[in-house]
Structure formats: structure tokens, C-alpha cells
């Protein structure tokens, strides 16, 4: 039987040739600090976590980003480690520093995706990354392609952009990215300038829906990670309940506490990196005991779901706490674009 994987987000370095303005390093203090992580440091977080999953009889399965990670002065020696203990990884970082050359290295030390962000249609995407982002992160899908790393693009989406992600769908299409996906902006001081309502986010989905059963068999797969697309396919009549599953079992739905772990570059674990979540430190702690320990536990109260608790997708869905938690400093806050009536 096939071992489960664990996965780690792992940020090896605040490093990073942008100044994105949602990005949760710098996007209030930009005189803050950029931390990376020393080698010897990463291999000790490396060992943690594979000692943890022994434990739990998992295979930790690793996401390296920053940051862009590519800047980690030793980074080529990371992925090293990871090939010669064949551990799997993908990378979350920017497109800059990728030619043909990187990506077949990149290839060769078996990183299997890399996430690219495009957060809007060119103006929209400049303003909040780069100049020149836009174009740059489009040129990036042919080589990692061709080194046969799937290429993944990543949306976040807010008041801001909403208008301009079938766009974004079609322009990811017709550049033949493996893979397309969208999370929802998490606000780190109670911004709401930037929220959308649930009919809005509704009818984003709806829209982007329809636009993935028109380009179904394309090439181009489309991830539903946000939760609350649980909650539409379920109205859809297209996700059921099993009556036969036990009550008291979280079976999907947000990942916090739950199956998932994040370490910054100075060793804190977080629960969940879209919100402050500190759960303790993996230099100086056990993974294994931070994750199965009383901070953690915190997050995994699930009765204490203001409104999910009263739902019947509750073992299933969960919205995004952590959006709940960018507009409340409340975990267990309804979920403000669920459109769902209690």
C-alpha cells in the first residue's frame, strides 16, 4: 500500500526581486529584516521533518520557496540533498532567473512543478508585482515544459482583479500551462478595501466553471483549491455525502492542523502561512511533537466554527480560516465570501 505524503512548505529565504504588494513578507514593513536560512539549518529542517514522518508513517513531500529560493546562496546543494534522499519537491518562486539551462538543472534534481503567479492581466499584474512581470512569467511556461516540469500558474484573487480571471484563464490556456489555479487575497490588517462579497465570488466561480468544462482536454488542468468550491459543486449536485462516513472525521477541506506544515527561514513553524500561526520552531523543536502538541491543537476545534460547525460540509470544507482570520484576528469566523445561508 502507498505511503501518504505529508507536504512541507518550506521558505529557505525572504530573498526576492519583487516588492509584491499582497505578499505576507513585506507587505506592511518594508524596512523588515530578510532572513535565509543557513545550509546546515536546512538540512537540520530537512531531518525533522522526515524523522516526523516516520512517525506518522508518511512521505514528506516538499515545496521549497521564499522569497524567489533560487536565491539562496546554496540552493543547488539543497536540491542535491533532496535527489540523493529521493525526496519529492516542486518550487514556488519567480520567473526571472529561469532559461533553458536552469530549468533542465532543475529537471535533473527531479523537481516535479514550479508555481508562477500571474495576478491579473498585464497592468493589473505589473502594478502588483513588477514591471515587465507579466510578459516575463508567460516566456517561463515553454522551457520548464520542455525540461517536463509541469508548469503551474497561481492567482490571487481580490476585489481588484476578480474581473480579470477568465481572462487570465484564457491566456494560461493558450500558453498551454500544465496547470491553473486561484486562492483568495488574505488581508494581514483587517483591510477590507479589497473584499469581495459572496455574490461576487459565487458567480466567479460559476464563471470560472463554465470556462473549465469549455477547456476540458486542452492540456491545461484546473485545480479547485479554494474550499468553497466544495460548497458549489455540492449545490451543483456534483459532490455528495457518503452516509456511511463516520461524523467526528475531518475527511477534506482546509489543511490547517489538519496536513500541512510551513517553516519560515528562522525556523517557526507555522500552521498556516496566510496567517499568523506560529506554532512553534523547527531548529529547536521536534516537528513531530509541534505538530501533535497543544499549540497546534488550537486550530483543530472544529465545534468552535462560527458558522461551518452548523453546516453539513463541515468535515469537508471549512472555507479558508484563514481569510476569516485577515479580516477578524478570528480563526473560527464565518468565512465572509460563503454564500451559504445558516
Known amino acids: 500500500m502507498m505511503t501518504k505524503f505529508f507536504p512541507f512548505q518550506f521558505?529557505?529565504?525572504?530573498?526576492?526581486?519583487?516588492?509584491?504588494?499582497?505578499?505576507?513578507?513585506?507587505?506592511?514593513?518594508?524596512?523588515?529584516?530578510?532572513?535565509?536560512?543557513?545550509?546546515?539549518?536546512?538540512?537540520?529542517?530537512?531531518?525533522?521533518?522526515i524523522n516526523m514522518c516516520k512517525r506518522l508513517n508518511r512521505r514528506p513531500f516538499f515545496t521549497i520557496t521564499g522569497g524567489d529560493p533560487i536565491l539562496h546562496p546554496d540552493f543547488w546543494k539543497i536540491l542535491q540533498f533532496l535527489k540523493e534522499n529521493e525526496i519529492p519537491f516542486g518550487i514556488l518562486g519567480n520567473p526571472f532567473h529561469l532559461d533553458n539551462e536552469v530549468c533542465q538543472k532543475l529537471a535533473f534534481y527531479g523537481c516535479q512543478f514550479y508555481q508562477l503567479s500571474i495576478?491579473?492581466?498585464?497592468?493589473?499584474?505589473?502594478?502588483?508585482r513588477k514591471s515587465g512581470s507579466f510578459d516575463i512569467?508567460?516566456?517561463?511556461?515553454?522551457?520548464?515544459?520542455?525540461?517536463?516540469?509541469?508548469a503551474n500558474i497561481m492567482t490571487t484573487v481580490s476585489k481588484l482583479n476578480i474581473n480579470e480571471i477568465p481572462k487570465?484563464?484564457?491566456?494560461?490556456v493558450e500558453y498551454k500551462a500544465d496547470l491553473f489555479t486561484f486562492a483568495r487575497?488574505?488581508?494581514?490588517?483587517?483591510?477590507?478595501?479589497?473584499?469581495?462579497?459572496?455574490?461576487?465570488?459565487?458567480?466567479?466561480?460559476?464563471?470560472?466553471f463554465k470556462l473549465y468544462e469549455k477547456y476540458n482536454g486542452c492540456g491545461t488542468e484546473f485545480s479547485l483549491k479554494d474550499h468553497l468550491w466544495t460548497l458549489y459543486l455540492y449545490e451543483k449536485g456534483l459532490f455528495t455525502i457518503d452516509e456511511n462516513l463516520a461524523n467526528d472525521v475531518i475527511y477534506d477541506g482546509c489543511n490547517c492542523a489538519n496536513g500541512h506544515l510551513t517553516i519560515l527561514p528562522n525556523g517557526s513553524v507555522y500552521a498556516c502561512r496566510r496567517m499568523e500561526?506560529?506554532?512553534?520552531?523547527?531548529?529547536?523543536e521536534s516537528i513531530y511533537n509541534i505538530f501533535t502538541g497543544e499549540n497546534m491543537d488550537k486550530y483543530r476545534h472544529y465545534e468552535n466554527f462560527e458558522k461551518c460547525s452548523k453546516c453539513e460540509l463541515l468535515r469537508f470544507?471549512?472555507?479558508?480560516?484563514?481569510?476569516?482570520?485577515?479580516y477578524t484576528h478570528n480563526f473560527y469566523s464565518p468565512d465572509p465570501q460563503c454564500w451559504k445561508k445558516i
Not at 137 to 150: D, F, G, M, R, V
Not at 277 to 284: A, C, D, R
Open 11 to 49: 521558505h529557505i529565504t525572504d530573498d526576492c526581486d519583487q516588492r509584491c504588494k499582497h505578499c505576507y513578507i513585506f507587505s506592511e514593513e518594508n524596512n523588515k529584516p530578510i532572513l535565509t536560512m543557513e545550509y546546515e539549518n536546512v538540512l537540520k529542517i530537512f531531518n525533522n521533518c
Open 119 to 128: 495576478d491579473g492581466l498585464k497592468e493589473t499584474h505589473d502594478y502588483f
Open 137 to 150: 512569467t508567460l516566456s517561463k511556461i515553454e522551457p520548464l515544459k520542455k525540461a517536463e516540469i509541469h
Open 168 to 172: 487570465i484563464i484564457e491566456k494560461v
Open 185 to 208: 487575497y488574505c488581508p494581514t490588517n483587517f483591510d477590507k478595501t479589497n473584499q469581495m462579497s459572496p455574490e461576487e465570488y459565487h458567480e466567479l466561480l460559476d464563471t470560472c
Open 277 to 284: 500561526s506560529e506554532v512553534g520552531n523547527g531548529l529547536t
Open 317 to 326: 470544507c471549512r472555507g479558508c480560516p484563514a481569510v476569516s482570520y485577515g
